[in-house]
């Protein structure tokens, strides 16, 4: 017959609190605090009185919604024919200059470095 070895009975684990642990009761507290905080807020804006503002009937549901052939009030329409304020004619000039780019122009780098090399 054949012998068996016997079997090395290994060390009882260790269950001391690791990094891994702390870690991840912070994390769930975290969220915890935060989802918390959330739950506040939420409850403190639905309670908290706001200031409306004033009535707006136009808007109201009960009135009919304005169509696709529905035009604004006369009061409301501006004037095409009005000349443009000079304090405005800036404002509506085209933009000539150069678009925003987040890259340098081709050839910049060599135009500031042609004049160095000789």
Do not use: W, Y
């Not at 012998?3 to 912070?26: C, E, L, M, Y």
């Not at 989802?35 to 009185?49: E, K």
């Not at 035009?71 to 443009?84: G, N, S």
């Amino acid at each position: 017959m054949a012998k068996h070895k016997k079997f090395k009975q290994k060390p009882p684990v260790r269950r001391d609190v690791g990094v891994s642990t702390i870690r991840t009761v912070a994390i769930a507290a975290t969220g915890v605090v935060i989802g918390l905080a959330g739950i506040l807020l939420a409850r403190r804006n639905r309670t908290a009185t706001s200031d409306t503002g004033h009535p707006a009937p136009d808007l109201a549901l009960d009135r009919p919604h304005p169509g696709s052939n529905d035009r604004a009030p006369d009061a409301f329409r501006p004037d095409p024919t009005a000349a443009v304020p000079a304090s405005e004619r800036d404002a509506l000039r085209p933009a000539t200059g150069p678009a925003p780019s987040m890259v340098e122009p081709r050839g910049s780098m060599a135009s500031q470095t042609a004049g160095n090399s000789g």
